[in-house]
């Protein structure tokens, strides 16, 4: 497992949802993020707030207060992709 150590690829190439653990921030701070795991184990949220892997905790379920920047990214994100896909038919018709 040496490539791992010497500092390999993203663990995952899809984003989790993280937040900071209870008492780690205040409570008010606690969004859910969606984020990348970065290879030191530390996640970056699209919103680019970066937790690090010791106040970071993973969210299984639909739990907790979605960060309302990550929420924004991701919908922009999905309205080019659903844009591009439109396009061609509306010059069609
Ligand atoms: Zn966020």
Partial sequence: MEQERSGGPIVAAFPVRVRYR???VGETK???HVA???RDGDYLALCEERLTAADAEVISDLLGMPCMACTRVMALRSRVTACEAIAPEL???
Avoid: I, K, T
């Fill in 22 to 24: 209870a008492g780690a």
């Fill in 91 to 93: 010059e069609a018709g």
């Fill in 30 to 32: 606690r969004v859910v």
């Fill in 36 to 38: 990348m795991p970065l």
